[in-house]
């Protein structure tokens, strides 16, 4: 009976000390929100969204695709919302956010699924405030056929891993770090640090250059990775499920617009869905695949390639322009009936 009680007085005061929290302390927005409020105050002279990880965050510059496209007599606008790892249910759940919006003019979206279905979870990220942001409980049930379905877990492996969504979606609700996060947003420690402390960490770094020798070593490690993924590639894609792709393609149609999907220029060998996908033509798959050396060799110079499966600002460059030449190829294509 004790046990009860202290229990429920327990509940009663985290029930008072969240509704005062959210009553007293005004919400602090994510990085990732604010990047989407960014990206929302261009939507209307955008018509072209571009949703996906790190490979549409740092590689595709919306500037030099509406050059690109104004040069060839496209109508084509883009703006770009990408995140590190954004894949799985937190790519849903900011596609659905953005086309929640009102988009006057927005005609086409195109996602980058290079990372494919798979959730970001590792048990480092746990109770981080961008892990926290996408456990609703809309994500619940994805999560649930995620696991059975996809992951085809067994119920002894599936129960751990759901319990500690469910801890995540609690602190989802009750905003947990919120508070952490508001201190942060005060910046107190770095009003007080000396500026030349603040900034002098970055001087030395962009003071520093990279050995000759290691140069050189990244370069033939570089081909030779470069030279692995052509000998793959000349056997054909690797085929990756169409299931995904279809299910972001039906929450883009359900909004009237159309949905194209990117592979990026990386150095592996990502899954590429079969671009007929399944049942009648309404579900086929728009797949622009850039992952090929022989088909694309200006994005595998060694001169435009970072350190890993990404592109250097020069290869950036390449890529949008890359992009907004073919997405107004396609465009000017008659549509098959």
Not at 39 to 52: D, H, P
Not at 109 to 115: G, N, W
């Amino acid at each position: 009976m004790g046990f009860a009680r202290n229990f429920a007085a327990f509940l009663l005061g985290l029930l008072v000390a969240v509704l005062a929290h959210r009553a007293l302390v005004p919400r602090v927005q994510s990085p990732l929100e604010k990047e989407a409020l960014s990206v929302l105050a261009q939507r209307a002279s955008c018509n072209v969204l571009f949703l996906g990880p790190s490979y549409v965050a740092s590689q595709i510059r919306p500037e030099t695709f509406n050059r690109e496209a104004e040069h060839i007599g496209s109508r084509a606008r883009a703006c770009k919302f990408g995140a590190s790892a954004l894949r799985g249910y937190e790519l849903r759940m900011w596609l659905e956010r953005f086309l929640a919006a009102d988009w006057p003019n927005l005609e086409i979206v195109v996602i980058d699924i290079t990372l494919g279905d798979r959730i970001d979870f590792k048990r480092e990220n746990w109770f981080k405030s961008r892990v926290i942001d996408w456990h609703t409980w809309d994500a619940m049930p994805w999560l649930l056929d995620y696991y059975e379905q996809r992951e085809q877990l067994p119920i002894v492996e599936q129960i751990p891993e759901v319990w500690m969504h469910t801890k995540h979606l609690g602190a989802h609700y009750v905003e947990l770090g919120q508070g952490v996060s508001a201190l942060r947003e005060l910046r107190l420690l770095e009003r007080y640090r000396p500026k030349d402390e603040q900034t002098s960490s970055g001087a030395k770094l962009r003071s520093e250059r990279e050995p000759t020798e290691r140069q050189s070593a990244r370069a033939a490690s570089l081909r030779r990775q470069i030279k692995r993924l052509t000998a793959l590639r000349r056997r054909g894609p690797e085929v990756g499920d169409s299931g995904w792709p279809l299910e972001l393609q039906s929450v883009v149609r359900a909004s009237g617009r159309k949905t194209y999907f990117l592979i990026a220029p990386v150095l592996y060998t990502p899954g590429v869905p079969r671009r007929g996908g399944r049942g009648p033509r309404q579900d086929r798959l728009v797949v622009f695949d850039y992952n090929d050396p022989e088909r694309y060799p200006e994005l595998y110079r060694v001169e435009v390639r970072g350190s890993t499966s990404h592109l250097d600002a020069s290869g950036s460059e390449i890529y949008s322009r890359l992009l907004a030449r073919d997405i107004a190829r396609l465009e000017r294509k008659p549509r098959r009936r």
